[in-house]
């Protein structure tokens, strides 16, 4: 099993769809766990981080299942601007020391008028 | 503040040929990483620093060699370029790389896209 792993996609929604992605992790020590939001020949940027048992930002919700070990990123009524490559990153440290974050691949949000 | 920045924007290599890509830091972070993201791939961890004056081995490290120059700087080496290192290389930086705190976690510079021919 890899270590974080994503459906690539691409996920083909109309505007004002709800759409969700997982990400599922293999270390179960991983303490630390975020979404990252990336257009087309940009940088990867923070969209949100997930701690606990999940967060709340607007139409983007984040939710942490420590049982199964995996992440998931709720966006609801789709704007056409979330277009994009969503990429999930976890920490494979333990929290006591330091680590590295593990990128998956990303999945691919198309939004459609 | 800049962020993290990255130079060049873009570079042609012929195989063989050696560059340095450069990576600076504005916001006083204390670990600096290099990845590289290829087509499939996603983005795969070549070097990272947890602190001036360390460097460690990522997952792909091979034909590569990094210098934590101070705090700010981190720069990236390839020695003697070869066509499968064609790709797009960010830096990024983040406050300790323990990601323990709410806020802390890895700021991308722009990338730098290499083609190798």
């Known amino acids: 099993r890899k270590e974080v792993e994503q459906d690539p996609g691409p996920f083909n929604v109309p505007e004002g769809a709800t759409v969700a992605f997982n990400c599922t992790y293999s270390?179960?020590?991983?303490?630390?766990f975020f979404w990252y939001r990336q257009d087309c020949r940009k940088e990867p940027k923070l969209l949100m981080s997930v701690y606990s048992s999940g967060n709340e930002d607007g139409r983007f919700t984040a939710q942490l299942n420590r049982a199964s070990q995996y992440i998931s990123l709720l966006i609801r009524d789709s704007k056409l601007s979330d277009s994009a490559t969503y990429l999930c990153a976890v920490n494979i440290g333990n929290g006591g020391s330091q680590g590295n974050l593990i990128f998956g691949k990303g999945t691919k949000l198309s939004v459609k008028p | 503040n800049a962020g993290v920045t990255q130079t060049p924007k873009f570079q042609v290599l012929k195989t063989g040929q050696s560059m340095t890509l450069q990576c600076a830091q504005d916001m006083n972070h204390n670990s600096m990483y290099w990845y590289r993201q290829d087509p499939g791939m996603g983005l795969r961890l070549i070097y990272y620093s947890a602190s001036e004056g360390t460097t460690d081995k990522g997952e792909v490290p091979n034909g590569y060699n990094v210098s934590r120059l101070n705090k700010r700087e981190f720069s990236l080496r390839l020695e003697s370029a070869a066509p499968s290192q064609t790709s797009v290389y960010f830096c990024a930086s983040s406050e300790s790389g323990y990601f323990s705190q709410p806020k802390e976690t890895q700021y991308f510079g722009p990338g730098t896209r290499l083609l190798v021919l």
């Open positions: 270390n179960s020590a991983s303490q630390s």
